[in-house]
């Protein structure tokens, strides 16, 4: 199992432009989220699916939007990049469907820097 | 939305036992308290999960006082390999939906020779 997946590992936007990062899980999990990871700061999130065909907002959802493709696939959508967006993205899967308690599996990270 | 908190960073010897005390006065009635490992660009990694009094696995002990507004990641023996940031994750309670997963701002751990 390769677990969660995540695409593109890096990527250079300018301001105003937009971009999708893609995940993909293959544990057959629940919940998916996307969280995002500022330099030497906790992570924050920002959208999840607690299952195939639900989203919600989480801290930090102004400026993205997501959608939860089928079970195993999750996107964060960025329709026009603003530098403070600057950041890591982390995306996380969890066999629960959004209750306690619950495990997530993170996936690799996506840098992305806006210019 | 509650702050959940964390010393920003420790240090230990090799061999030492470590204390690592996250705040999360808010925490959710049914929530669960979960601690993650996180190294240098990857993702965070589960470490150990509890509810209340205390839970032990292979690497860790999770320590909760009756009122669960704090916990205690306790690692024995602590290695060179064990230097990362720690974080805590709860959920607390929230007015958009039935509760907000919050992060704790992270500890980093640093293992000296």
């Known amino acids: 199992n390769a677990g969660v997946t995540q695409t593109p590992k890096f990527q250079v936007l300018k301001t105003g432009q937009s971009m999708t990062l893609q995940c993909a899980q293959d544990?057959?999990?629940?919940?998916m989220y996307w969280y995002r990871q500022d330099p030497g700061m906790g992570l924050r999130l920002i959208y999840y699916?607690?299952?195939?065909?639900?989203?919600d907002k989480g801290e930090v959802p102004n400026g993205y939007n997501v959608s939860r493709l089928n079970k195993r696939e999750f996107s964060l959508r960025l329709e026009s990049a603003a530098p403070s967006q600057t950041s890591v993205y982390f995306c996380?899967?969890?066999?629960?469907?959004?209750?306690?308690?619950?495990?997530?599996?993170f996936g690799p990270g996506t840098r992305l820097l806006v210019l | 939305l509650a702050k959940t908190t964390q010393p920003i960073s420790m240090d230990s010897y090799e061999g030492q036992e470590v204390n690592i005390t996250c705040s999360h006065n808010n925490i959710a009635t049914n929530d669960y308290i979960t601690w993650y490992q996180q190294f240098p660009s990857q993702g965070p990694r589960f470490i150990i999960q509890g509810y209340k009094t205390k839970v032990t696995n292979e690497v860790a002990s999770l320590f909760i006082p009756a009122d669960r507004k704090s916990s205690t990641l306790s690692l024995p023996r602590v290695s060179l390999s064990d230097t990362a940031v720690y974080y805590c994750?709860?959920?607390?309670?929230?007015?958009?939906?039935?509760?907000?997963?919050?992060f704790g701002s992270g500890t980093q751990l640093t293992v000296l020779p």
């Open positions: 996380a899967s969890s066999p629960t469907s959004g209750g306690s308690p619950e495990t997530q599996y």
């Open positions: 994750l709860v959920g607390v309670p929230s007015s958009g939906s039935a509760r907000q997963l919050t």
């Open positions: 699916s607690a299952s195939e065909g639900t989203t």
């Open positions: 544990m057959n999990h629940n919940s």
